[in-house]
Structure formats: structure tokens, C-alpha cells
């Protein structure tokens, strides 16, 4: 009787960590929410948004402004961004590519708002 309750214990535990919200397409084995999110979606809403905002934001870098700084514009408005060398994932970028960044809002009362990226696609 003890190894069967501890096989539908292991069952249960493992049918529990296959699983993701399925509201959407998701894939099968690979779970996680597939909505919208809330935060900035252009360089104007990351300027004007409160610390930790999410933001995903398609445009251009500029150009490079000091060591994992860079000058980005969404063709409006233009916002320093901060790149972690480890957060390109082998991706080069030109001047004249559009990408997309995803990250948060990294914002003080000293400075204008920057955006620190995670990610990067082109």
C-alpha cells in the first residue's frame, strides 16, 4: 500500500510540473502565459514609466555612448539603453537594423529613465 501511494504522489507531482497556463497555443511541452503584458511599449512611455516597468520596444541602436551604453531610438524619441555584454547572445547589430528589446525601466529622480535590455531580436 506504501508504494502505491508513493507512485500516485510521483504521478500527480510530475503531471503538475509538465503544465503552464494553457488559455492559449502553447506548446506542448513547454508551458508559460502567451497574453500581452503591461509597460511601455514605445521610447516615450519607457521615459515618461516607473522603475521596473516592462518594456518592449522595436527600433534602432545609434550608437554606442560609453561600455554597454548605447543611444536608441524608436524613429520618435531616443533613450540611453544598457546592454550587458552576456545579453547579446551572439547577436551583431548595425546602425540601420531594426530589433526589438525587451527589458525594464531603469529609472532614478537624478537622470532621465534608461532601459536596461534582457533580450534582443532582430
Not at 28 to 33: E, K, L, R, S, T
Not at 41 to 67: C, E, F, P, R, Y
Not at 100 to 122: F, L, M, W
Request: proline share 2%; no cysteine.
Amino acid at each position: 500500500m506504501k508504494k502505491f501511494s508513493i507512485i500516485a504522489v510521483l504521478a500527480l507531482a510530475i503531471g503538475a510540473s509538465a503544465s503552464g497556463f494553457t488559455g492559449g497555443n502553447a506548446p506542448a511541452n513547454q508551458g508559460g502565459f502567451l497574453g500581452g503584458h503591461s509597460g511601455a511599449n514605445s521610447v516615450k512611455a519607457a521615459l515618461d514609466a516607473w522603475d521596473d516597468t516592462l518594456v518592449t520596444v522595436k527600433g534602432k541602436i545609434v550608437s554606442q555612448v560609453a561600455h554597454e551604453k548605447y543611444k536608441f531610438s524608436d524613429g520618435k524619441d531616443t533613450i540611453i539603453i544598457e546592454i550587458d555584454d552576456e545579453d547579446w547572445g551572439g547577436l551583431s547589430v548595425g546602425p540601420d537594423e531594426i530589433i526589438t528589446i525587451h527589458g525594464k525601466v531603469d529609472g532614478n529622480t537624478v537622470r532621465a529613465n534608461e532601459i536596461d535590455v534582457k533580450r534582443i531580436t532582430k
